[in-house]
């Protein structure tokens, strides 16, 4: 482990046998100087930041995920395998993220970690429905989300237009937006999606309208596909 001070970024590099580095990919960014980082008895790293002279601590994560991951939920009755943060709930057999109040933000990952290399593919269907509020008129919306960052199962990112997404890098998103925020540049109206990536809401890697309003209270279906060996995401 090593750090740059110049852009409050930390390195993780490996090395071989003899000591010669094989590998160096970014461990952390946007952190001030780190010093003596260690590993604690429960697996995580510690560090102290010299700059605010706080403990941080970085989660240990499951070394060997599961290749070859399926989740069904027919209902959400039992979140076991879920992690739910913020306001996050499960009222009766529904997975609600949010409920029908202002500042709110909400995440739900699963628990088990889905291995990713670069021919990866992944399938996912699910069903959403957005009431309540002011209706078609109502915000913000929410993302679909694949991510890598160090809170992990805990990621959460900010309230309102932000989506309980902004923030969390290291991450590709699929956003269903029901709400134009003017101050976001990648946010053409009040009833699209978008691709996004790495919490960044404001430049879009593609959008496109939606046929029907996203926001009317009706249940509604999304198919995500994606193909690792053409590199190809698709929404449906």
């Known amino acids: 482990m090593y750090g740059d001070i110049n852009n409050y970024t930390l390195y993780a590099a490996t090395l071989d046998n003899n000591r010669q580095v094989t590998n160096i990919q970014v461990f952390d960014s946007n952190i001030e100087f780190v010093v003596d980082i260690k590993r604690g008895p429960d697996g995580s790293l510690y560090g102290v930041n010299l700059v605010s002279g706080t403990i941080l601590r970085w989660e240990a994560t499951d070394p060997n995920p599961q290749p070859n991951l399926t989740a069904t939920f027919n209902n959400f009755s039992d979140v076991s395998t879920l992690n739910l943060n913020g306001s996050a709930a499960h009222p009766s057999d529904r997975l609600r993220l949010?409920?029908?109040?202002?500042?709110?933000?909400?995440?739900?990952?699963?628990?088990?970690?889905l291995q990713v290399s670069a021919n990866t593919d992944f399938s996912t269907q699910f069903q959403f429905q957005l009431t309540s509020g002011q209706g078609t008129n109502g915000a913000d919306g929410f993302t679909f989300m694949l991510q890598n960052t160090l809170p992990g199962v805990n990621a959460l990112g900010e309230t309102g237009g932000f989506l309980g997404y902004s923030g969390i890098n290291n991450s590709l998103a699929i956003e269903f937006d029901t709400y134009r925020n003017f101050d976001f540049s990648g946010d053409p109206n009040s009833n699209h999606v978008s691709v996004l990536r790495d919490g960044n809401l404001t430049t879009a890697l593609s959008t496109a309208n939606s046929p029907f309003d996203l926001n009317g209270g009706n249940v509604l279906t999304a198919w995500v596909d994606y193909n690792g060996a053409t590199n190809a995401l698709q929404l449906y």
């Open 98 to 113: 949010t409920s029908a109040n202002g500042s709110q933000a909400g995440s739900a990952f699963l628990e088990q970690a």
